[in-house]
């Protein structure tokens, strides 16, 4: 079973900057592709934000192109999520998960911009 603890979220203003981690239990962490999601309410869709390969390749959704920088050290499970330049839009809880076999989802980290 596939846990997900996220941390790092908070309350920031508009152009500020904040850093997500993401610690996942299990072995298999360091040969799957895993993402960075976000969750707006009243919705419940996950919006896939971010990815990185195990090889440290990443995509990124239009709406992170050029704000947002995703990276993992794959020697302690972990992946990170910078995010600069942040916007009102950007609030939402922010989960990891594996977006090619997803788990079951962690409690997620809030983050807050204020304009």
């Known amino acids: 079973q596939v846990q997900f603890v996220e941390s790092g979220g908070g309350l920031v203003q508009a152009g500020g900057s904040l850093r997500l981690s993401c610690v996942a239990t299990?072995?298999?962490?360091?040969?799957?592709?895993i993402g960075w999601f976000r969750r707006t309410p009243p919705g419940d869709q996950h919006e896939l934000v971010a990815t990185i390969t195990p090889g440290k390749s990443a995509i990124y959704a239009d709406s992170a192109k050029g704000r947002f920088t995703i990276s993992r050290e794959n020697s302690k499970n972990t992946v990170y999520l910078q995010m600069d330049s942040l916007k009102p839009e950007d609030t939402a809880v922010y989960y990891c998960n594996y977006p090619l076999q997803v788990e079951d989802w962690g409690q997620g980290t809030q983050v807050t911009v204020s304009s």
């Open positions: 299990g072995s298999t962490f360091s040969t799957r592709r």
